[in-house]
């Protein structure tokens, strides 16, 4: 789920244009609307990434126990 609310692209775009109030991912989508930075998408796509890859690992780990206790009757 966080991965899908993460990449969510559809709807914020639609409800606001402040850049204040835009998601991470809009953000980036927004960014060069004439011409490519090639250099700024590679650099905010790296700092987008990072949140996801420190912390999914982590919840992951939460998320197998969680079932492993569920799947134990007792």
Do not use: C, K
Request: no cysteine; glycine share 10%.
């Amino acid at each position: 789920m966080f991965i899908i609310a993460w990449n969510d692209l559809l709807i914020p775009p639609m409800l606001t244009t402040r850049a204040e109030f835009m998601t991470v991912p809009v953000a980036i989508a927004t960014v060069g609307d004439v011409h490519v930075f090639h250099y700024l998408l590679w650099r905010s796509g790296v700092l987008a990434l990072i949140p996801s890859v420190l912390l999914v690992p982590q919840l992951r780990r939460f998320g197998m126990q969680g079932l492993a206790a569920g799947g134990v009757r007792g």
